[in-house]
């Protein structure tokens, strides 16, 4: 009688054991160390995820030669590549139809194949303001993205709509049912890491530019420097989702000593600092303008387009693709040289650390 009795408990133990070991990452891990030796400042990754995360499309073909005609000399309606070779100009169509567009429409996803000329469809318009975008990513936002650069690639991976981005959250239930109004919080949400944290903290810090702080400059608050717990559980929120994003401790950019001096972080915590100014850049200037030419059905539950977060570049990776670059497959993504973003403290610390790391005036005050 105790025969069933004991394989049902082993049975037993051993489900338990898969549903207890069964969210683990089984595989090759390798640790390296980012901090004091001891101290447990190791970022441990996943090696297949990172072989996963940086497989790359084989170019159309070899990318010819520079020379020649430009696209502008021999085309009618070109309005940002026209000083590129016409040769480059049609193997950069080939990468884009490969990157973006469906493989069941192709070319067609963004032209009439009778009149290629013809901006009638969205999708063409919007590939138009996303060229400028990418090369305003690589040219200004050097301090960000260093000489890897980004692609279409980078945030598409095949998709005509990235996979990862966001538009504003989902209204909050009606205070007067009996839910209650939880104020944009404590509603398990992913871009938070499941914390009960509020859950959008992108539309103030990743499209406004509200100030990332957890503690005001003064003993009181004034109005200039606005921070209160909910703005502190928001910084927080945003925290989750940057080291979510990256696939990385909190320790991968700071100090836990102290999270908010700049002298005691890491260089990619200035690194960091940068992508939030370049993700508003993105989100502001280039994908904000084209708010009325998105369908309907292409934008979020409040009728705003979707916008770009860390995740929509780095998926899960501290470097997108793991590191590697597709640039020199698509030169003229690299852009006409335009200077560097200013994002504070004038165009030297561009490309340098923040302000922020050398000047501890500037450390609270400005956003
Ligand atoms: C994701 C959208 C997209 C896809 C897919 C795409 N194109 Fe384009 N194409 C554009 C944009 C945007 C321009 C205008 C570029 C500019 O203004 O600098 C353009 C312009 C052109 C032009 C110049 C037409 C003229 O006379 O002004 C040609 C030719 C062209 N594309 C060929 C192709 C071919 C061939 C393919 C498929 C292999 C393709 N395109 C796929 C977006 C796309
Ligand atoms: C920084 C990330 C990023 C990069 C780089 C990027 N895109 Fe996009 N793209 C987006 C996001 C986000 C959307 C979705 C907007 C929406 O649906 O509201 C989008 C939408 C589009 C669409 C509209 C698709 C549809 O079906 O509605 C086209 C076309 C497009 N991108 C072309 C391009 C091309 C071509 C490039 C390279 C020159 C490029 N994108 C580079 C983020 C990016
Ligand atoms: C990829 C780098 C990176 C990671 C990972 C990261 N942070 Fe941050 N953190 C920053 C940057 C950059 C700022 C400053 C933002 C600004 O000023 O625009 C910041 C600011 C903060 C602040 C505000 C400090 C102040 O001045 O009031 C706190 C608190 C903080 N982070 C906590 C965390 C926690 C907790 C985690 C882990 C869940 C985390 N961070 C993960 C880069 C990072
Ligand atoms: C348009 C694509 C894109 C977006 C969006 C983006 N990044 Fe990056 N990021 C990159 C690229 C490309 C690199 C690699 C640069 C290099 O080779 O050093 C990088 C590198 C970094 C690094 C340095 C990693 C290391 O190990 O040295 C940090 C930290 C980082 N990004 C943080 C962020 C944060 C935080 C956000 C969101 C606010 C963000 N990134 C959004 C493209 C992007």
Same mark, same amino acid.
């Given at each position: 009688?105790?025969?069933?009795?004991?394989?049902?408990?082993?049975? =037993?133990?051993?489900?338990?054991?898969?549903?207890?070991?069964?969210?683990?990452?089984?595989?090759?891990?390798?640790?390296?160390?980012?901090?004091?030796?001891?101290?447990?400042? #190791?970022?441990?990754?996943?090696?297949? &995820?990172? +072989?996963?995360? /940086?497989?790359?499309?084989?170019?159309?073909?070899?990318?010819?030669?520079?020379?020649?005609?430009?696209?502008?000399? =021999?085309?009618?309606?070109?309005?940002?590549?026209?000083?590129?070779?016409? %040769?480059?100009?049609?193997?950069?169509?080939? %990468?884009? *139809?490969?990157?973006?567009?469906?493989?069941?429409? $192709?070319? *067609?996803?963004?032209?009439?194949? %009778?009149?290629?000329?013809?901006?009638?469809?969205?999708?063409?318009?919007?590939?138009?303001?996303?060229?400028?975008?990418?090369?305003?990513?690589? /040219?200004?936002?050097?301090?960000?993205?260093?000489?890897?650069?980004?692609?279409?690639?980078?945030?598409?991976?095949?998709? +005509?709509?990235?996979?990862?981005?966001?538009?504003?959250?989902?209204?909050?239930?009606?205070?007067?049912?009996?839910?209650?109004?939880? &104020?944009?919080?404590?509603?398990?949400?992913?871009?938070?890491?499941?914390?009960?944290?509020?859950? #959008?903290?992108?539309?103030?810090?990743?499209?406004?530019? &509200?100030?990332?702080?957890?503690?005001?400059? /003064?003993?009181?608050? @004034?109005?200039?420097?606005?921070?209160?717990?909910?703005?502190?559980?928001?910084?927080?929120?945003?925290?989750? &989702?940057?080291? @979510?994003?990256?696939?990385? *401790?909190?320790?991968?950019?700071?100090?836990?000593?102290?999270?908010?001096?700049?002298?005691?972080?890491?260089?990619?915590?200035?690194?960091?600092?940068?992508?939030?100014?370049?993700?508003?850049?993105?989100? %502001? #200037?280039?994908?904000? =303008?084209?708010?009325?030419?998105?369908? +309907?059905?292409?934008? $979020?539950?409040?009728?705003?387009?979707?916008?770009?977060?860390?995740?929509?570049?780095?998926?899960?990776?501290?470097?997108?693709?793991?590191?590697?670059?597709?640039?020199?497959?698509?030169?003229?993504?690299?852009?006409? =040289?335009?200077?560097?973003?200013?994002?504070?403290?004038?165009?030297?610390?561009?490309?340098?650390?923040? +302000?922020?790391?050398?000047?501890?005036?500037?450390?609270?005050?400005?956003?």
């Amino acid at each position: 009688m105790t025969a069933p009795l004991v394989r049902i408990g082993i049975a =037993s133990a051993a489900g338990a054991a898969l549903v207890t070991f069964g969210g683990c990452d089984l595989g090759h891990k390798q640790t390296t160390q980012t901090g004091y030796r001891g101290a447990g400042l #190791d970022q441990i990754v996943d090696l297949k &995820h990172i +072989a996963k995360a /940086s497989a790359i499309p084989a170019p159309p073909y070899p990318l010819p030669p520079d020379g020649g005609p430009t696209a502008g000399q =021999s085309y009618q309606n070109v309005k940002v590549l026209g000083g590129v070779s016409k %040769e480059r100009f049609d193997h950069l169509m080939a %990468e884009i *139809n490969q990157w973006v567009a469906p493989p069941a429409q $192709g070319c *067609n996803y963004c032209h009439n194949p %009778e009149n290629m000329a013809s901006d009638e469809k969205y999708t063409k318009v919007v590939a138009r303001r996303m060229l400028q975008m990418t090369q305003a990513i690589n /040219s200004r936002w050097v301090s960000h993205v260093k000489q890897t650069g980004v692609t279409c690639y980078t945030c598409h991976r095949g998709n +005509a709509v990235p996979a990862n981005k966001w538009a504003l959250a989902e209204g909050t239930p009606d205070p007067d049912t009996i839910l209650g109004n939880k &104020h944009g919080q404590n509603t398990p949400n992913a871009n938070v890491g499941y914390a009960s944290l509020p859950y #959008d903290p992108f539309a103030d810090y990743l499209n406004g530019q &509200h100030q990332i702080r957890v503690a005001g400059n /003064s003993a009181f608050p @004034s109005r200039d420097h606005k921070v209160s717990v909910k703005t502190a559980e928001s910084t927080y929120g945003l925290m989750m &989702h940057i080291s @979510s994003a990256l696939g990385v *401790n909190c320790t991968y950019c700071h100090n836990s000593q102290s999270f908010r001096a700049w002298n005691l972080s890491r260089a990619q915590r200035g690194t960091a600092y940068y992508g939030i100014r370049m993700v508003r850049d993105i989100n %502001e #200037d280039y994908i904000g =303008s084209l708010q009325s030419v998105f369908p +309907a059905y292409r934008k $979020g539950p409040h009728g705003d387009v979707y916008k770009v977060n860390c995740t929509t570049c780095h998926q899960g990776v501290s470097k997108p693709l793991g590191g590697i670059s597709m640039i020199a497959q698509a030169p003229a993504l690299k852009g006409p =040289s335009l200077p560097p973003a200013e994002p504070e403290g004038g165009h030297a610390v561009a490309t340098a650390v923040p +302000a922020a790391f050398n000047q501890p005036a500037a450390m609270t005050g400005k956003k």
